[in-house]
């Protein structure tokens, strides 16, 4: 029996939850699938693609961009708009090849490795205590919303840290990231407006250029550079106060390029983005996913909690089970072939890390969580060249967001049933409700 994909480009197939029988009978139908592309939620229709859906095959395009590039089409499934469109976000580190994507790469590199981590992670740690005793308050028990109330904050306190970026300002990025991360979705784009009297005077100048929502309340295309005009605002005005007072941040890094390693304007700017939106959102997202897995396997959560030490494992297990980006695209440079299937030139090749990463070849009863499972090769932060960045980084914020928060409690469990983001991207979370008693 013909096993059809056509569910998993709908982003209303993930509201309860990521399609993983369907991706499982397809991995076990065959290593890649052809995926149509019909007009949905009024985007126009596109060409189709080819869904790589076994790890192996998902490692082996990735790291061959002379064969399969994230320049000649950019990163997500549907193409840009406009040619104009796709020469601007052309000039992100992500969506380049060697070696462009190396000299963007290089100088920022320093600031992401484990030595460059562990001097920010007392830091992390104490974010994470404040967060948790916030959130806990002087009751002996109670609930919250884990993605609002104690995901959220962490990676923003972390990423303004990181990029050099006043402390009031850090709720910029979560709007930023959810509109985003959130096009398909307008619930998700438009629930993050930033209060402008908590913010700095660069802050208040960047909303001024926030562009509004149109009728319909759908925010414009952010893969557009008018769509997030107010950003770029913002990381000029941030690029000006790092010339006049540069630090250790990533962004004054990036600014004392010289000679050939000098970034343009657009590379600047789409640097400014990548970091802002996607540091904060996959590890956003991971965070309520790792306690999502917990929930679903108590006799772990209650491991976890006795036995620290299992954080050296459990933190890659949580992120593999819950993988946050789900899929990445590239693009055929020349007529090819997947594990013997032909693919030709221009043919957009899609990778599904939701589903390499349940792949029974590799990964023994994967549908499960086990938070002592080595080795766990898992590609949640990729692999080859664009391998994350924030790998380290992520890992640490996990770690140190469930070690507070398990130390704290002697239980949590579900207060409400979880609300997942509508997309066929991001394996996103809108609200988390649990219940949790004090230890």
Known sequence: MTVDPAPLVDPRSYVDGVPYRLLAALRAAGPVVWVEEPPLLGLPGGPGFWLVLRHADVTEVLKQPQLF???????????????????????????????????????????????????????????????????????????????????????????????????????????????????????????????????????????????????????????????????????????????????????????????????????????????????????RNGLPGAMIALLEHPAELDRLRRDPALFDTAVDELLRWWTPVMLFRRTATVDAAIAGVPVRAGDKVVVSFASANRDERVFADPDRLDLTRHPNPHLVFGHGPHFCLGAHLARCQLRALFGELLARTARISYAGPPEYLRSNFQRGVKRLPIHWRRR
């Open 69 to 283: 590039s994230s320049w000649l089409g950019a990163t997500q499934i549907r193409d840009p708009a406009t040619p104009e469109d796709l020469g601007y976000v052309r000039r992100m580190m992500l969506k380049m090849d060697p070696p462009d994507h190396g000299r963007l790469r290089r100088p920022v590199a320093r600031s992401f490795t484990p030595r460059a981590v562990a001097a920010l992670e007392a830091s992390i740690r104490a974010n994470a205590a404040a967060l948790v005793e916030r959130a806990l308050g002087d009751a002996d028990e109670g609930t919250c919303d884990f993605a609002g109330d104690l995901a959220a904050d962490l990676p923003l306190l972390t990423l303004a840290d990181v990029l050099g970026l006043p402390e009031p300002d850090r709720w910029l990025l979560y709007d930023w990231s959810n509109r985003v991360i959130g096009f398909q979705d307008p619930d998700y784009a438009g629930s993050a407006a930033f209060d402008a009297r908590a913010g700095t005077e660069a802050a208040r100048e960047a909303l001024r250029h926030r562009p509004a929502p149109d009728a319909d309340g759908r925010m414009p295309d952010p893969r557009t550079r008018a769509g997030m005009a107010d950003l770029y605002t913002y990381a000029h005005l941030l690029a000006e106060s790092k010339r006049r007072r540069p630090g250790s941040d990533v962004m004054s890094i990036l600014l004392a390029q010289q000679g050939d390693d000098r970034l343009s304007v657009d590379e600047f700017e789409n640097m400014f983005w990548l970091f802002a939106v996607a540091g904060n959102e996959t590890i």
